[in-house]
């Protein structure tokens, strides 16, 4: 069988076994009026409802307004590639093991898919959106977790990370601030899409060697710029 016919087939099969399941259905205190209400607002077509940034505020927005916002980061084509790169790859070159390669493969994985959160903080007409990637069950999360588990060892190698804002105010109390210092503070726009791929896998690059943690050919595997991503 086809692998996306395949694929397509079991998403429809775990649909099924999904909506057999027993339900407990719970005593409504919403009117009848009000259950209208938000049937209707559901089945607008013409905008869409989500949640703001920050702030958990609630969103109505223009669908096409919202479809543009999506369209100008899908399509820039810097921040969003394709990924050539494969598990597959990486087994044939002697990079990974047999059984490293199954823990970066899933079966029968599920659709990716992504949506924006309005930043109406930047601009309450014309907010731009924070992208989410809803990738759970998908084919990139074993690679995900595959990451995360072997580079989140690096961080202790990297003086300038603060974990959180109760690291950082451990930090300044362990501080001798000088009387004419200045405490400033400064926000990166998109910091981490605004970072070059190449810089980003140079840097990894470094801590990886320079941490001594794993064998030089398994670094070769998180550093392929000539393969993964354009220049």
Same mark, same amino acid.
């Given at each position: 069988?086809?692998?996306?016919?395949?694929?397509?087939?079991?998403?429809?099969?775990?649909?099924?076994?999904?909506?057999?399941?027993?339900?407990?259905?719970? *005593?409504?205190?919403?009117? /009848?009026?009000?259950?209208?209400?938000?049937? !209707?607002?559901?089945?607008?077509?013409?905008?869409?409802?989500?949640?703001? &940034?920050? &702030?958990?505020?609630?969103?109505?927005?223009?669908?096409?307004?919202?479809?543009? /916002?999506?369209?100008?980061?899908l399509q820039d084509g810097v921040t969003i590639w394709k990924c050539l790169w494969t598990p597959l790859l990486a087994r044939e070159e002697g990079i990974i093991t047999d059984k490293v390669m199954q823990h970066l493969t899933i079966k029968?994985?599920?659709?990716?898919?992504?949506?924006?959160?309005?930043? #109406?903080?930047? &601009?309450?007409?014309?907010?731009?959106?924070?992208? #989410?990637?809803?990738?759970? !069950?998908?084919?990139?999360?074993?690679?995900?977790?595959?990451?995360?588990?072997?580079?989140?060892?690096?961080?202790?190698?990297?003086?300038?990370?603060?974990?959180?804002?109760?690291?950082?105010?451990?930090?300044?109390? /362990?501080?001798?601030?000088?009387?004419?210092?200045?405490?400033?503070?400064?926000?990166?726009?998109?910091?981490?899409?605004?970072?070059?791929?190449?810089?980003?896998? /140079?840097? #990894?690059?470094?801590?990886?060697?320079?941490?001594?943690?794993?064998? *030089? !050919?398994?670094?070769?595997?998180?550093?392929? *710029? &000539?393969?993964?991503?354009?220049?």
């Amino acid at each position: 069988m086809n692998p996306t016919v395949h694929q397509f087939q079991s998403s429809v099969l775990k649909d099924l076994h999904y909506h057999r399941r027993q339900i407990t259905y719970k *005593p409504n205190n919403l009117s /009848e009026i009000e259950r209208e209400a938000l049937t !209707g607002l559901q089945n607008n077509k013409d905008i869409v409802i989500l949640s703001a &940034d920050k &702030d958990g505020a609630v969103v109505v927005m223009n669908w096409l307004q919202y479809d543009s /916002e999506a369209k100008r980061q899908l399509q820039d084509g810097v921040t969003i590639w394709k990924c050539l790169w494969t598990p597959l790859l990486a087994r044939e070159e002697g990079i990974i093991t047999d059984k490293v390669m199954q823990h970066l493969t899933i079966k029968d994985p599920m659709s990716q898919y992504i949506y924006f959160l309005a930043k #109406i903080h930047k &601009d309450p007409v014309k907010p731009p959106g924070r992208p #989410i990637v809803s990738g759970r !069950g998908s084919i990139a999360e074993p690679l995900s977790l595959f990451l995360t588990k072997y580079l989140k060892p690096l961080l202790q190698w990297v003086r300038s990370r603060i974990q959180d804002t109760t690291e950082f105010l451990k930090v300044i109390l /362990e501080t001798q601030l000088e009387p004419e210092w200045l405490m400033c503070t400064l926000d990166a726009s998109a910091l981490y899409t605004n970072i070059p791929h190449a810089t980003g896998l /140079e840097a #990894i690059e470094y801590w990886l060697y320079k941490s001594e943690l794993y064998q *030089p !050919g398994f670094n070769t595997f998180f550093v392929m *710029p &000539d393969r993964t991503c354009p220049n």
